[in-house]
């Protein structure tokens, strides 16, 4: 499963319906990505121990716990911004901006 079938609802901003990932849909996340679960811990701003924050990731991706908005939210920012970063390209967000998990600024 790619990003292309983790379903788009789980890319929405929570207040234009976001829905939370499956387990299914975070192991393919994380696959595509290539990241460990400490990594992505790490991404999520989780904190404590680094396989105390990963035990937490793999209980995301068990179905253990759903995963956070916030967490994955900040996930995918990360990567996104790191992915721009890559590229070469500036990516600033003005402090009045709405940014959608798509990566498209609104304001």
Not at 37 to 61: P, S
Not at 90 to 106: F, K, N, Q, V
Request: aromatic fraction near 6%; charge should be negative; charged fraction near 30%.
């Amino acid at each position: 499963m790619g990003a292309a079938l983790i379903r788009p609802a789980c890319f929405n901003r929570i207040d234009q319906g976001w829905e939370c990932p499956s387990p299914d849909e975070i192991r393919a996340y994380l696959t595509e990505q290539d990241l460990t679960e400490r990594a992505a811990a790490r991404l999520m701003g989780i904190e404590g121990t680094d396989a105390n924050a990963a035990r937490l990731v793999r209980r995301y991706k068990r179905g253990e716990r759903p995963i956070p908005y916030h967490a994955w939210r900040l996930l995918v920012l990360e990567l996104r911004q790191s992915m721009v970063a890559l590229e070469g390209e500036a990516w600033e967000i003005p402090e009045d901006a709405e940014l959608a998990l798509t990566g498209d600024r609104r304001g």
